[in-house]
Nanobody, 122 residues
Framework: VQLQASGGGLVQPGGSLRLSCAAS????????MGWYRQAPGKQREVVAG???????NYVDSVKGRFTISRDNAKNTVYLQMNSLKPEDTAVYYC?????????????????WGQGTQVTVSS
């Protein structure tokens, strides 16, 4: 299973970016997908997540500005980031909790994308 993230870049404060992350490979299903970020000198933190049933959660600092969505047919998760602030600058990582087989006793395995840099600066 591989996750390929894209969409990062340099944007001015107040601007927008859209991140994408597509899962590929052989697996049965994906339970949850989400985004984390890691700023220089800081620990990785969760940004947003969406489970297969549609439940969504966000870290407080991005509520009202970021929107996570998921296309199950494409095994892809998106993160629309609006009203970006300099403190949003970080490497953004996507993840997916993957059910490798239909065996209900097999726990899902978490996979990570390679990270994409988001820089918010004037």
């Amino acid at each position: 299973v591989q996750l390929q993230a894209s969409g990062g870049g340099l944007v001015q404060p107040g601007g927008s970016l859209r991140l994408s992350c597509a899962a590929s490979g052989s697996f049965f299903s994906i339970n949850a997908m989400g985004w984390y970020r890691q700023a220089p000198g800081k620990q990785r933190e969760v940004v947003a997540g969406v489970i297969s049933g549609g439940s969504i959660n966000y870290v407080d600092s991005v509520k009202g500005r970021f929107t996570i969505s998921r296309d199950n047919a494409k095994n892809t998760v998106y993160l629309q980031m609006n009203s970006l602030k300099p403190e949003d600058t970080a490497v953004y990582y996507c993840n997916a909790d993957v059910q490798l087989t239909g065996d209900r006793f097999l726990l899902p395995k978490r996979y990570w994308g390679q990270g994409t840099q988001v820089t918010v600066s004037s």
